[in-house]
Nanobody, 115 residues
Framework: QVQLMESGGGLVQAGGSLRLSCAAS????????MGWYRQVPGKQRELVAQ???????KYADSVYGRFTISGESAKHTVYLQMNSLKPEDTGVYYC?????????WGQGTQVTVSS
């Protein structure tokens, strides 16, 4: 019953911006956090940004100062504003929800940054 709907990915030039959105619906045992993970071929999926139910945030060192995560708790929606994009930001971005008992994942949205 839990599903995540992602949007906002695309193709941009280096230095450009994108805004990702993720809306979660369904029944959660406990909504602990929502976040964004990135995966590229040959590498393990890694955390990009996360926001907890208390409002605290966490960022990967590679995106700190360029990306901003925010959310609307009443709507169970999280956003990722990505500025000053670099080619190394390219990958499939997955929305993640920690529901207390387990993690839930979106299908992913492709972000490609050309040089």
């Amino acid at each position: 019953q839990v599903q995540l709907m992602e949007s906002g990915g695309g193709l941009v030039q280096a230095g450009g911006s994108l805004r990702l959105s993720c809306a979660a619906s369904g029944i959660f045992f406990r909504l602990t956090s929502m976040g964004w993970y990135r995966q590229v071929p040959g590498k393990q999926r890694e955390l990009v940004a996360q926001i907890t139910s208390r409002g605290s945030t966490k960022y990967a060192d590679s995106v700190y100062g360029r990306f901003t995560i925010s959310g609307e708790s009443a709507k169970h929606t999280v956003y990722l504003q990505m500025n000053s994009l670099k080619p190394e930001d390219t990958g499939v971005y997955y929305c993640n929800v920690n529901g207390g008992l387990s993690d839930y994942w979106g299908q992913g949205t492709q972000v490609t940054v050309s040089s």
